[in-house]
């Protein structure tokens, strides 16, 4: 099992950046991609950007390319969501998740969330 602890929400103002962070503890060897999704106010959750903990290959939802960068430090089994040029629609609460090397098409460990609010 592994476990995902978020950090680095708050309030920014739209054009604003924000660093998330989100580190892993437990099964960490068997983590294959780690990821980003985000859940607004009535809305479903999306996927937003996801990292190879290995080769580090990233991947993006073109709502975010070109603003939003994921990176990963293996030394600290912690990914990051560096978020550049915020917009009130990015407000959301986002969580992290991973997926094993034994079951690679499942995001099956979460986290619990941290709030991302962009005011215009």
């Known amino acids: 099992q592994v476990q995902l602890v978020e950090s680095g929400g708050g309030l920014v103002q739209a054009g604003g950046s924000l660093r998330l962070s989100c580190a892993a503890s437990?099964?960490?060897?068997?983590?294959?991609?780690m990821g980003w999704f985000r859940q607004a106010p009535g809305k479903e959750r999306e996927f937003v950007a996801s990292?190879?903990?290995?080769?580090?290959?990233?991947f993006y939802a073109d709502s975010v390319k070109g603003r939003f960068t994921i990176s990963r430090d293996n030394a600290k089994n912690t990914v990051y969501l560096q978020m550049n040029s915020l917009k009130p629609e990015n407000t959301a609460i986002y969580y992290c998740?991973?997926?094993?090397?034994?079951?690679?098409?499942?995001?099956?460990?979460w986290g619990q969330g941290t709030q991302v609010t962009v005011s215009s």
């Open positions: 998740a991973t997926a094993t090397m034994a079951n690679r098409g499942v995001f099956g460990s």
């Open positions: 990292i190879r903990r290995i080769t580090g290959t990233t």
């Open positions: 437990g099964r960490t060897l068997s983590i294959y991609t």
